[in-house]
Each structure stands twice: as structure tokens, then as C-alpha cells.
């Protein structure tokens, strides 16, 4: 049930007029049906999936505050950890480790028969497993006390707008909105509303059409020369912010519309003026929970020079596998493991000197590039292919600058949004303009979603991680 089809617009519809009748509790009991309605629309056999870590992290984390301070407490946080993980590691890992294992054996001489399972990866597992084990782990901690009731915990594992692909929502944050009685104001309104067609902008717009012409670039790169490359690269760069961020301003817009406010989960990462602000911008419930879960407890910065670059590049290489059971996520996040260990060498060197940071646009302009070749690693599953588009970045002859001008246009619409917001700091600026402004931005927005090339219920990138 994809956000951009009218399945969902339906769907929500319906949602929202049973939402308006009933009581809290029976609000929760119906957001956790339709939530669960919601995913079983892809595939209902793994709902049981969600069921096993709900079961078990509801259970643990009641444990866990029995047993708080007390050894006893370990096996049942190890008992969250090897649930939760087994199942990530089994649906989106085995065929990749097992593969992985062949082929180095292959290489060595070392001739190995064997045969995968088929596997299918449950959509959203790498979302809702980070999700509950953020939970158990802070009960273990002691930062969070667990949960009452099970339909509320039930919700906070299953509730429908994020899912799929987030934002991973931590349970302090969000458990609250589901115990207290919600209400939802006219400027609630307004504001779903807004985020929902920005969303579909970003998405519909945006996204699927860079993705519907990038996509002619990545499956030949070997009959186009550098500039139409270099415009592949810059549609990629646009679709994947486009798609990702689309669907994070869909999901907040849909929660809104509920009374719930789920966190931001991008801050317009291409204005960061290096890496490291980068990643404070880009997916923000994942870089967070990354760092508090695990590089902090690796360490962070806390020891010696050499021990922080090795923490960083752990941290990245763990994020990138995140994405997926493919080498090409493991070498997209080293690579943004060197640049953020770079960028931290540099400051810290120019900070020793009392030197004044770099100019933020100079910063922006050498970020802006970086990222998106790194892109390419992202984008790009097989090696050969890599090489070949790699190759054709140095064809600099009958160079085609027509191959640029989607870009430009798709970039003008994106900045149309994303530079007000960047600007005055607040994601509703365009919906404070005078009222007359308002309507003419609506209507040319809905115009844009009427005659998009995209459209077609395309799936977001994000479904398959």
C-alpha cells in the first residue's frame, strides 16, 4: 500500500473518519488493526514477524525492570538482542554471507557446492527491529521504564505511517503520544496536509521523474559521455533525497493528521557545508541511533585519536550494511567513514592553529559533490558496471549539456521548497505566506502531481532496505 497511490489516500480516509468517533483506547485498538491491515496488504505472513519481536520485547522489557541493577537483567537484554537481530541478520543476511563465503573459498581453489534459501525480505524489518531493540536497550540502562500495556507497546512497533521506512521513532519519545488523550487543531490539520503534499511533490515530482530519466544513464553508462553521466549522477542525487525525504514528510503528514508528531528526519542535507553536517541532516533517526547505540558505546571520541577514526569507520561500515546485504553499501558507507574522519583530522588541525572554520559555502560546494559520487556506490550493485560508468565520466567529447536541464528544472522545484525552509529555519514557511500566496503554490503543486512524469505509484527506494 504505497503512500503515493490512492489505495492509501482511501485507506487513510477511512482511518481518519473512524479515528474521529472513538475514545482513546479504542483510537489505539483501531490505529494497531489498520496498522496491522496496513502491512499485511504486501504480505500478511509476516505480520508474525512484528508479532515475535513485539511478544518478546514487551516481555523482556517488564523483566528488565524487575531484574534493573541486578546480573540477572543481561540474559533477558541478550535475549532481545539475539531475537531481534536473528531475525534481521536471517531474512537480510544469510544469502549475502553465505554468497560471500563461496566466493572467497572460490578464489582460493577451494570449490564449494552449495545452495541459498530464497529469501524474501519482509519490508520495514530493518526499520521496527531497530526501532524495539532502542527500546529494551534503554530499559536496560535505566533512561526509560517499560510499558503498561501491551496494545499501547503493540503500537508503537506497528504504527502504520512509519512503518515501512521510518523514522525509527525511540520508545521516550513516542510511547508518550500513544498513552495520552490526543487532539488534533486546526493547525494540525494544515500542517498533515502540507507535509503530505510536499511529500508527494518530493516524491511524485521530483524523485520519479530524475529516477525515470537516470535510470537510461545507469543501464548503458558505456553510450554516453561524461556531461550525461555527470547529469545521471545529479538525478540519482535528486531522486534518492527526493524519494526518502518524500516519504519521511508523508509519513509525519499522515501521523499529524492523528495527533501524533513523529521526529524530523531531514534537516535539507544537501545545504551541509561538510560530511560531518551531512550526516546530522540526512536520515536523522538513523545517524542518531547509530551514534548512541553504537559508537558511543564503542567508545566515540572519548579515547585516543587513533581509537576514534577506528570507532568512526565501524560505526559507517555497520550503517552502510544497514542498507542492505550487498558489498556496494559496504564500501558507500566506508567511504563516508573516510570523508567524516577527514573532515574531523582537518578541523581539528585548523582548530589547533586558531584558524576560522572554513567559508560555508566553500564547504557547501566541495560536500554538495562528494556526496553525491558517493551515490554511485549506492546506486550501483554490480562492480563491472561501477567501472564502466567510472570510465565514462572521462568521455569529454560531443559533450551533451541537454542531458543538464531536468536536472536544473528538478533541482529549481526542490529549491523552491527546501531553500524558505533552510532560510528561516521552519519547515512550514511556505504555509505562512499570505493566503493568496498559499492557494497559487497549492494549486501549481497539484498541477505538478496531475502532469509528473512519475507518478505511477512507483515504490520508494527505502522499501527494499
Do not use: C
Amino acid at each position: 500500500m504505497l503512500f503515493n497511490s490512492l489505495q492509501y489516500a482511501f485507506f487513510l480516509v477511512i482511518v481518519l473518519a473512524l479515528y474521529q468517533v472513538l475514545s482513546r483506547r479504542r483510537q489505539n485498538l483501531m490505529l494497531l488493526v489498520a496498522s496491522y491491515a496496513f502491512y499485511a496488504a504486501w504480505d500478511w505472513r509476516f505480520l508474525s514477524l512484528i508479532w515475535i519481536s513485539t511478544i518478546v520485547d514487551f516481555v523482556v522489557g517488564r523483566r528488565l525492570l524487575a531484574l534493573r541493577g541486578r546480573a540477572g537483567g543481561r540474559w533477558w537484554l541478550t535475549l532481545s538482542l539475539a531475537t531481534n537481530l536473528g531475525l534481521l541478520g536471517f531474512f537480510k543476511y544469510y544469502g549475502f554471507f553465505v554468497d560471500s563465503a563461496v566466493a572467497l573459498l572460490d578464489s582460493a581453489g577451494l570449490s564449494l557446492s552449495t545452495s541459498t534459501l530464497s529469501i524474501v525480505l519482509p519490508v520495514g524489518i530493518s526499520f521496527y527491529t531497530f526501532q524495539t531493540l532502542s527500546y529494551t536497550i534503554d530499559i536496560w540502562r535505566g533512561k526509560l521504564d517499560p510499558v503498561d500495556s501491551p496494545l499501547d507497546f503493540a503500537l508503537f512497533v506497528a504504527f502504520f505511517p512509519q512503518l515501512v521506512a521510518g523514522p525509527i521513532e525511540r520508545a521516550a519519545r513516542f510511547l508518550p503520544q500513544v498513552q495520552r488523550e490526543r487532539r488534533v487543531g486546526p493547525d494540525d490539520v494544515a500542517e498533515g496536509v502540507f507535509l503530505i503534499l510536499v511529500g508527494l511533490i518530493r516524491k511524485v515530482v521530483i524523485a520519479d521523474t530524475a529516477g525515470l530519466i537516470a535510470d537510461r544513464y545507469f543501464a548503458a553508462p558505456g553510450e554516453h559521455g561524461a556531461v550525461a553521466l555527470l547529469a545521471g549522477v545529479a538525478l540519482y542525487t535528486l531522486q534518492i533525497y527526493g524519494d526518502f525525504a518524500g516519504y519521511s514528510n508523508i509519513a509525519r503528514g499522515s501521523a499529524r493528521l492523528l495527533g501524533f508528531d513523529l521526529m524530523r528526519n531531514f534537516r535539507h542535507p544537501y545545504f551541509a557545508a561538510s560530511v560531518t553536517e551531512f550526516w546530522r541532516r540526512w536520515h536523522i533517526s538513523l545517524s542518531t541511533w547509530l551514534r548512541d547505540y553504537l559508537y558511543i558505546p564503542l567508545g566515540g571520541n572519548r579515547g585516543k585519536v587513533r581509537r576514534t577514526y577506528v570507532n568512526l569507520m565501524l560505526t559507517m561500515l555497520l550503517g552502510g550494511l544497514w542498507h542492505g546485504a550487498s558489498w556496494n553499501f559496504v564500501i558507500w558507507g566506508a567511504l563516508h567513514g573516510i570523508y567524516l574522519a577527514i573532515h574531523r583530522a582537518l578541523s581539528t588541525r585548523r582548530e589547533a592553529a586558531g584558524r576560522a572554520p572554513w567559508p560555508r559555502a566553500a564547504g557547501i560546494a566541495v560536500t554538495l559533490p562528494v556526496v553525491a559520487m558517493t551515490w554511485l556506490t549506492f546506486r550501483i550493485t554490480e562492480f563491472s558496471v561501477f567501472g564502466e560508468y567510472l570510465a565514462g565520466l572521462t568521455r569529454w567529447s560531443s559533450p551533451d549539456f541537454a542531458a543538464l536541464v531536468p536536472v536544473m528544472l528538478l533541482a529549481l522545484i526542490l529549491l523552491v521548497i527546501d531553500l524558505p525552509q533552510h532560510e528561516t529555519d521552519d519547515e512550514f514557511a511556505l504555509l505562512r505566506q499570505p493566503v493568496v500566496g498559499v492557494g497559487v503554490r497549492a494549486g501549481a503543486a497539484a498541477l505538478l502531481l496531475v502532469f509528473s512524469a512519475g507518478g505511477a505509484d512507483v515504490p520508494f527506494i527505502y522499501f527494499q532496505f
